[in-house]
């Protein structure tokens, strides 16, 4: 049993304090809006004044706030956590924050001998309260060790990507690779709509090839080994490009994402990789931001 | 045993037409580069000179050549297919063709009594070879049921999408969401190595989640659907993108498809859509194709 | 006076056409409704039955038809202008077709003597009216020159860009250039109007400063010479960028071509190049083409 | 003659304050780099030891530094303008800040009767020099007409936009205007090379129309008034587009700007409007941000 405080008891803070509650540690609780607690008070969680009074009692604190300017209230405002927090604590964050905020706040807490975890998550409300989150984690490998089995209690995918920071790199990651395919599923099925087609086959048809599901794990493989071996060549995705654009044009819809990711093709093989595996498309990201091969 | 033809043999048709043959039927060929067609012979097939000497002999034909000006030709061109074939036999286009000029090449051999599948593929020269295809398929229900058992040796996930041009269809759909994927994937990947985190730290952890693997599956549905209970709330998705917007200027990456998703998401959350899940994306795709909810 | 010929006679047509007539030439012309060569057999045009017909009559032929197809037709298709056209005559296409089509129409005339001039033109109806379009002519020197009397009976600025192909080369420049710009402008006054701000004021504000109306000019001539000495630091737009960003997600305005424009000037910056002029911008683009600088 | 203060001496502040200066005014500065301040100091500025120490003295305090947080420290943090002020002075801020801070230091000025002008430029360092800025300005009419004799000596068009923040959104309108319009004529000039033309001879053909670099004086004004009379029909622009994008793939040419702007004319011709002139661009972003036309 370990002393734990929560902080932060909104859709998705509130079941995960409830998890860490239902695992058998004592739990504070401190909510700017006292409703919001009720239900972890209810299941045996101590209610405390502020952030400050929270800190005070703890061995973890878990912040599960809005944005930047919130975790930083929480940690260095007025009756802040951080003035409460004795010097072998750990402050871990699961919202999502910024991760150059995120290393700052990681710094200041180390000048007072705090530990810090970023560890935001993914999976939603449904994930949270069925403790199946993907949990992302920066810190230290010692401090990762010894809050891993709190996250087993809300989680069940849990990576220790790096430093202080690299959780919330993560999390950015996970949000532009999502955002950037559901736009994608969103364009392809509108663009299946426009044409009279079934959306609902052409997704079984996409679907039953796995081949879609899989492009972050196989296709992700080799933009990280930059093994380009096709697979599909670039030369023959450009020219489908060509297809879904005029088509597109044609039909009078638009397809932003698909008509961006053909001019990165044309780069793609204007650079002479044509013959390579589309995925080879992240080196054109790569050279964008100045990294070597 | 049925009497086979196949006109198209490069990287995918060679290994797609050896297992025609393999299946034990008839299997005449044509090849413009008659290098091309050697494999074939010595496994079996008989050569023929042009494609209306390939058309004679068959019930159904296939092709596999490279754009919609090459398939023009072998059907209506010098020597054409359509000349030779028999008024009940099926021509089956399984390379990637316009939807446009598909539906145009439908109902020319039509005319003659011909019918007409177009059955295009993703899986890559690995799924032509180990005849794991996803084979997409746009024709009548009757011609796709009579030529089926041939693209169960071809292939494993078939799926009949709708009428001529369907498939076809689905294959634009395939390539926009997947060079989009592939764009987003490339650009997450390159963010965490311009952040300084390990990639492929970052890749597990998006991995393991799966839900991102499954956003085809679990949001695609929500978007046929139109059930937008959350899941992920568009508010809290475009808090987040602009968490990502700003540390990719501060580190000097490009993240264009997430940018532009961004902007969409803030269209999405001006339509009054914050608290639904952020894949009723779709609506503001729909909206801009002009289509009704 | 010349005997001329017109064929296409839409809505740019038609007063390009009277103007040639109007300036003392005899005008042969043909149209497939023939209710659009009304206005012009009032003014003194004689009706051809035929671009066969209208072909044998004249010197110069003029063509503004509305796509690649019909100037394939009207040349090479059934009682083509090729097949009436004499060695010495000059064809004239004033449409928007596309480079490739256009260089393999220009090449098949050239074997039997026939000059060709793409002439594609900006300035809109109005211009065409007034006798103020732009012209942007690609062909032979000689031809140019020969024609030049005629193109400034219809327009008021006319470049000889280049060879044959190179005037529809100039017309997609302004295309691309025109929507962009289109856009940015459409995202600036959208993004005021969401602020609650007066968006005619901030026209006023932006117009009056003339350097916002002299981005070809300056900024264009900048990276023509790669002069980049700064006017504006690429590190400071990119700084104003972060709040655009941030201001249009705040606001839920979407800015999608000002958040791409972002990305780029992210991976300028990456470049090494944040102390140079913004206009630098075209360096990305060069490198993405596969350019040397 | 008045007494004025000037905090923030960088390549653009530096010659302001110089302008000022040279109009007989008494000027104060404070640089935190005591180096800046030497060509002020020559020319008979007075030094000053922190903000707090400018703001005792000045009727009018000036501001160029860097972003929102050196703005609100200069104003708010240590040794403080704020505390300084007079209740009846002004403090114009001529960096570029968000409209969002700025709106909150108007606010918090005001609270002890210190009135308030955001005043960010346009022109660059050149126009710094020669006092040729644009200036846009949002604060009260009346401090406006109080400062203006001051704008006057730093720059020629000076456009009072709106109320406090106003300044600040017309500059973020220009800077999303601006670098819009550069990558789209950045991509013009990359694709004519590629295509193997003069872009030297494309930018005169693009300029010489004028039609161009009038685009915000003309199209913008359709834009407000919603006249969208052609002019050059959507439906148009949208085939050029198809041009522009086939010939970028078949050129290998990655056209970003013009390919995202090509479907929002996609979306345009589906809401109806492709007899409309392209302008209507305008309504696809207005219906992306939420607004009625």
């Keep these: 049993m370990m002393n734990l405080g929560f902080i932060g008891l909104g859709a998705m803070g509130r079941p995960m304090a409830l998890n860490l509650l239902g695992a058998g540690h004592a739990l504070s609780v401190f909510a700017r809006h006292p409703g919001r607690a009720q239900p972890l008070l209810e299941?045996?969680?101590?209610?405390?004044?502020?952030?400050?009074?929270?800190?005070?009692?703890?061995?973890?604190?878990f912040l599960n706030v809005s944005d930047d300017a919130e975790v930083e209230s929480v940690l260095f405002g007025p009756q802040s956590a951080a003035a409460g927090l004795r010097g072998d604590s750990v402050v871990v964050d699961m919202g999502t924050t910024s991760p150059t905020a995120t290393r700052r706040f990681a710094a200041r807490l180390a000048e007072q001998g705090v530990a810090w975890l970023d560890a935001p998550v993914s999976g939603g409300e449904a994930g949270a309260k069925a403790a199946t989150l993907s949990i992302m984690v920066g810190g230290s490998e010692a401090t990762f060790t010894r809050v891993l089995p709190l996250f087993q209690v809300m989680g069940k995918h849990i990576v220790h990507v790096g430093d202080s920071g690299a959780g919330q790199v993560a999390k950015a990651c996970n949000q532009i690779a999502v955002s950037a395919t559901l736009l994608g599923v969103a364009e392809a099925l509108t663009f299946a709509r426009k044409q009279g087609v079934n959306a609902d086959k052409v997704r079984s048809a996409l679907l039953g090839g796995s081949a879609y599901s899989r492009i972050l794990e196989v296709h992700g493989q080799r933009m990280l080994t930059h093994d380009?071996?096709?697979?599909?060549?670039?030369?023959?995705?450009?020219?489908?490009?060509?297809?879904?654009?005029e088509e597109a044009r044609q039909a009078n819809v638009?397809?932003?994402?698909?008509?961006?990711?053909?001019?990165?093709?044309?780069?793609?093989?204007?650079?002479?990789?044509?013959?390579?595996?589309?995925?080879?498309?992240?080196?054109?990201?790569?050279?964008l931001a100045g990294l070597e091969a």
């Design 43 to 61: 299941a045996g969680a101590t209610p405390a004044a502020s952030p400050f009074a929270v800190a005070q009692m703890v061995d973890v604190l």
């Design 228 to 245: 380009f071996t096709p697979g599909f060549r670039a030369r023959l995705h450009q020219k489908d490009m060509g297809i879904v654009l």
């Design 254 to 287: 638009a397809v932003p994402s698909a008509a961006l990711a053909g001019q990165m093709l044309n780069a793609l093989v204007a650079a002479g990789a044509g013959e390579l595996d589309s995925s080879a498309l992240v080196t054109v990201l790569e050279r």
